[in-house]
């Protein structure tokens, strides 16, 4: 008894909370409780890929955590010191793979940024259209597993219509599903066929009513309050210290947004807003991920009403770019946080070194701290709030 | 843009990207006067005669200042080179004045470099050097920071007490080039399996010996 009292306030947990982290077990004299070490993952499905977690827990109440990954590491960075710039691009799909079109982006932007290039205006409405409409997929996909981790089957379903839509206008626009490669530097691959932007045109209205359903159908559910108000809090100061970005900087009420804070590209252009959360915890960062989507509709439907009805869609380029010597480094915002990449160029047409700033890694580091003494029940809501994706953990 | 001026502008609430705007020039400068400043631009680069870029002269005169704030407090030696990466104000820091350096830039009231971006770790010929890119979230500065080591033996002292959220970097960069973090709670390889020979972004890395 003693001994659990010490290890909570070790850890600690607030002194109105201990009562709820008691171990039951240990009122008890006949019952011996010792600390127990649980593995979860590599391969489980609430991981969203192969991360393992090697969890400390003693009765229900976790003591420690700690996460294993590299299962899915690559080695993208030292590919890219052999790869020409154009054909780092396709590698860069395969990151975070739920949101392609901005990985593509953010490697483009930087080259870009090195080369003082200028975009033709019609590529860049295009690129912010597609980036947009991929971080609601990714996004949607986001509401779908999390809900799904916390035992919910049905939304996990729906959001794949949607997505599904999103999917086929990126599939008609750039000939592929998942992996786009569908930017150049420069510019895009391909214009919009024929018709393509009256199809997103539609996309936006239907996106509205089917948020409104999502919002109506889990965001008042008390089952999902309970799983997820006031689990895995944190504060502002916290966040900043462990470098996160993205929804997980929001959540905690400060409006962190690199559209806004480093306006790149013509982000400049479109009014929208930066949702942020008031207490930073599992709910705000799932209600965030909907107002989101909100703001990208809004973002998509101010472009399609600017975009030039034609014009070039790849600017002047040379055939072998070739990055002036020096170092750059530039971030977006991504669908997960700040996604950058910074580029050692020592002139020739490979860079020296590609370094990529991976939202999703940095993200993962506050896990063990918000673990610690917490039920193990919250494992997976809290983890499942993080939004990883693997494939760019271990790059 | 002056010191102060930036400091204005960003202590207004709604102007966070015109402040950051300043010294982070990357794509925001331009962007409101894109079709303006387009013309000149290419007129500039035609004639070969390129004038010193603004945002460049802004960063390399930040970069000075912050040399002189860390000279003032660690002393000469402290500071081996300022200039710029980019358009982002560059400071190359003494390795063994690194982690004092970042922990005091991160709490200066006129600095609060407090938000690490990015750590990336660059194996040249001769040293293997650390940039760390770092911002004040209050004051909209956007700093990029550096120290170098010898390359063998790779030894850098850790951040991680002024930054947490640079362990995983720094195991990163343990893991794939070999540097020691010196004061690292943690330093275990994080990418590679334990047992692995050989750190794979180091330039002299070979797969099969």
New interface residues.
């Given amino acids: 008894m003693a001994q659990t009292e010490e290890t909570l306030e070790r850890l600690g947990v607030p002194a109105d909370k201990l009562e709820h982290h008691r171990l039951r077990l240990d009122d008890d004299p006949d019952v011996r409780t010792e600390e127990m070490l649980l593995n979860v993952g590599p391969q489980h499905p609430s991981t969203h890929g192969v991360f393992r977690l090697l969890v400390k827990i003693r009765g229900e109440t976790i003591l420690d955590a700690e996460p294993v ?2 299962y899915l ?1 690559r ?1 993208t ?2 590919l890219a010191e052999d790869l020409q710039y154009t054909q780092i691009i396709p590698y860069t799909d395969r990151l975070d793979y739920l949101a392609a079109m901005l990985n593509n982006y953010a490697l483009c ?1 930087t080259v870009e ?2 080369l ?1 290039l ?1 975009i033709p205006e019609r590529a860049e409405y295009l690129r912010v259209i597609v980036m947009e409409l991929q971080r609601i997929a990714s996004h949607l996909l986001f509401i779908g597993t999390y809900l799904l981790d916390l035992g919910a089957m049905s939304p996990f379903l729906y959001v794949f219509q949607e997505r599904e839509r999103i999917v086929q206008m990126f599939n008609k626009i750039c000939g592929a599903r998942l992996t786009y490669n569908y930017m150049r530097i420069g510019g895009v691959k391909w214009d919009a066929p024929p018709g393509w932007l009256d199809e997103v045109r539609a996309f936006v209205p239907f996106m509205k009513e089917r948020i409104k359903m999502y919002d109506d159908l889990i965001t008042g559910n008390e089952i999902f309050l309970n799983r997820t108000r006031g689990i895995g809090q944190y504060d502002t100061e916290t966040a ?5 970005s993205g929804i997980n900087l929001r959540c905690t009420g ?3 947004d690199l559209r ?9 252009r479109f009014e929208f807003d930066i949702p942020v959360g008031t207490r930073g915890d599992c709910f705000d960062r799932y209600y965030l991920h909907l107002l989101e989507m909100q703001q990208s509709l809004r973002i998509v439907e101010q472009a399609l009403d600017q975009i030039p009805d034609s014009g070039p869609v790849l600017g002047k380029v040379p055939k072998l770019i070739r990055v002036p010597k ?6 977006i915002e991504g669908a997960r946080g ?1 996604l ?1 990449f ?1 580029i ?1 160029s020592d002139g020739k047409d490979k860079p ?2 590609l ?1 990529i ?1 991976k939202p999703s ?2 993200n ?2 506050l896990l063990p701290e918000l673990l610690r003494g917490q039920n193990i029940a919250n494992l997976i809501a809290i983890l499942g709030a993080v939004d990883i994706v693997l494939g760019e953990v ?1 790059a | 843009m002056s010191e102060e001026e930036r400091k204005a502008e960003t202590t207004a609430p709604q102007a ?2 015109a402040a ?2 300043a010294n ?1 020039a ?3 400068g331009e ?2 006067a894109k079709a303006e400043a ?1 013309p000149a ?2 007129k500039a680069q035609a004639a070969k005669a390129a004038p010193p870029d603004p945002r460049v002269e802004a960063a390399k005169a930040v970069a000075e200042q912050i040399k002189q704030v860390l000279v003032r407090e660690f002393g000469e030696a402290a500071v081996e080179e300022t200039g710029v ?2 358009r ?1 104000p560059m400071v190359r820091v003494r390795k063994q004045d690194w982690p004092k350096a970042v922990e005091f830039l991160r709490t200066h009231p006129d600095w609060k470099l ?5 750590m ?1 770790g ?2 040249y010929p001769d040293y293997i050097e650390i ?1 760390l ?1 770092v911002q004040s ?1 209050e004051l909209g500065h956007f700093v ?1 920071l550096k120290t170098r080591t010898d390359r063998d033996p790779a030894e850098v002292p850790s951040l991680v007490a002024s ?7 720094e195991r990163e960069i343990y893991d ?1 080039l070999g540097v020691r973090f010196t004061g690292h709670p943690d330093l275990r ?5 334990e047992g692995f020979k050989g750190h ?2 180091r330039k002299d890395y070979r797969e099969w010996d």
């Fill in positions: 990954i590299g590491h080695g960075e030292k932007h940024e090195a003082g200028e900043l210290k462990y470098g996160l400060f409006a962190w806004r804070k480093k306006p790149y590209s013509i982000y400049d020096g170092e750059y480094y530039s971030g700040e950058g910074y050692v020296y070194r370094k700033r890694f940095v993962l580091q271990d | 966070p990207s950051s705007a982070r990357a794509g925001a962007s409101g387009k631009a290419a990466a980019h982002t407090n938000y690490a971006e990015c990336a660059t194996d940039v890119y979230t990029c930054h947490p959220g640079l362990n995983w970097e794939l390889r994080i990418m590679m399996w794979p972004l």
